[in-house]
């Protein structure tokens, strides 16, 4: 059983530029979430999708939006980034439908916008 | 809406010591209630869940009661170790606006365990 994958690990952005990051979801998960993580801080929920449209969205700005795919895989895309947006990125998958609760986390990417 | 409330950090602890970590949630309908913790420069790990009042959920020498009547998941441990020093994040998961799994969190608890 494969866990949850994000890729990069790591980037550095301008502000103003758009960044993706990408999440490979736990094998049999359907559903994925994203949290952002502030230094310091506990996350922050973004979205979720689930059968590949939004399902629930935190306070975000519509800058922030994302994608899964029919493998359930999920991109979170960040339009005109802020200086604000430096933070630990956190994917999540969890299977809707199965009676389990628990969400499982990939390592998160660290973004930093300068 | 849904919050969590977790004690203030840091905590440092000698090894052996006792460990408890206050977390009061607030949520409407019966949410699950979940503590993850998270170790230097890694993501998010579960560590114990419960998904019904007086459940009692434990894993590698901790635990946690979900307490209705107190709102509250008050992670333990009987014997810290200098390896469970990590942040502790309290989170509770509702069923409000069809969500099913978005996680709120608390803010944290830094815990240091010396030898």
């Known amino acids: 059983e494969t866990g949850v994958t994000q890729s990069p690990t790591h980037l550095i952005k301008t502000r103003g530029q758009q960044v993706t990051l990408r999440c490979s979801s736990q094998?049999?998960?359907?559903?994925v979430s994203w949290y952002q993580q502030a230094l310091g801080q506990g996350p922050q929920f973004i979205f979720q999708y689930y059968r590949e449209e939004e399902n629930g969205r935190g306070n975000f700005p519509p800058r922030f939006s994302g994608l899964q795919f029919p493998n359930y895989s999920s991109e979170l895309n960040v339009n005109a980034l802020e200086l604000d947006d430096s933070a630990l990125y956190l994917c999540a998958s969890s299977s809707q439908g199965s009676g389990r609760t628990e969400a499982f986390f990939g390592q998160g990417t660290r973004l930093t916008v300068v | 809406g849904d919050s969590v409330t977790q004690m203030e950090g840091p905590v440092t602890l000698s090894e052996e010591a006792f460990l408890t970590i206050n977390c009061t949630y607030t949520a409407t309908g019966y949410p699950s209630l979940f503590w993850y913790v998270q170790y230097p420069g890694e993501g998010l790990q579960l560590l114990l869940k419960?998904?019904?009042?007086?459940d009692k959920g434990s894993n590698k020498g901790f635990e946690a009661t979900y307490r209705k009547e107190t709102t509250s998941f008050h992670l333990e441990k009987g014997s810290v170790q200098v390896s469970d020093s990590a942040v502790y994040f309290c989170a509770l998961s509702g069923n409000s606006g069809g969500s099913n799994y978005k996680l709120t969190f608390g803010k944290g608890t830094l815990l240091t365990v010396n030898p």
């Open positions: 094998s049999g998960h359907n559903t």
């Open positions: 419960a998904t019904k009042a007086d």
